[in-house]
């Protein structure tokens, strides 16, 4: 099953609570909401305080995706805030493997994240212990950019990977996505599209998430 994520990074920032009940009632599967920091990523964004106020304004699974540095220094503070997945880059972690399970101890879901330049080769022998990993098909750091065909590799290779060992895997894909990106990564493998301009750059969200979805399924 796909699941469409629309992130807020696209969204009005003035107008959250609103954005977020728009795209829950438009058929969002998860909320997608991007935590830059400014340092792993040329780009400052949010934080705890904005992400439990984004909770009160829907029921949706909160898919706090964290480019950020040291993010083992917050993972209580977005869990605390309503967090249902945290996905931290594996650029970002010395300790990788703690910092998953740092996140699995909560009870919610863990995912990995991996740039565009970083081989798949990275996460393999995390493979088995998250819930998700996160393909990065644009560099991150901001909204609207160019989907990098490149990438669909590692989709493959990942989810053949995940199938021999039999591991019921996420591939979240978070770049770029859209009607005509959506069928590339979903016969690659993935099952988790990330939408933020091709969501909230549109004014009919319900027809953008319902054209995605069809697109991915009907590849
Ligand atoms: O993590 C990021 C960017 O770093 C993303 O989640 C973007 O928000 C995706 O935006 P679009 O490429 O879909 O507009
Ligand atoms: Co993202």
Redesign the pocket.
Known sequence: MIKIAP?L??ADFAALGAEVAEAQASGADWI?V?V?DGHF?P?ITLGPPIVKAVKAHTTLPLDV?L?IEKPELYISDFVAAGAGVITVHAEACVHLHRVIHQIKEHGILAGVAINPATPASAIKEILGDVDLVLV?T????????A?IPGTMNKIREIRNWANAIGHDLRIEV?????ESTAPLVAEAGADVL??????F?RKDRAAAISAIRAAAENR
Do not use: C, K
């Not at 978070?174 to 859209?178: K, L, Q, V």
């Open positions: 992130s990074l696209s997608h991007d830059m990523v780009n995706h480019m990065m644009v560099n991150p750091g901001f909204g609207g950019q989907f978070d770049g770029g996505i859209s990330v939408a933020g301009n091709a969501v750059g």
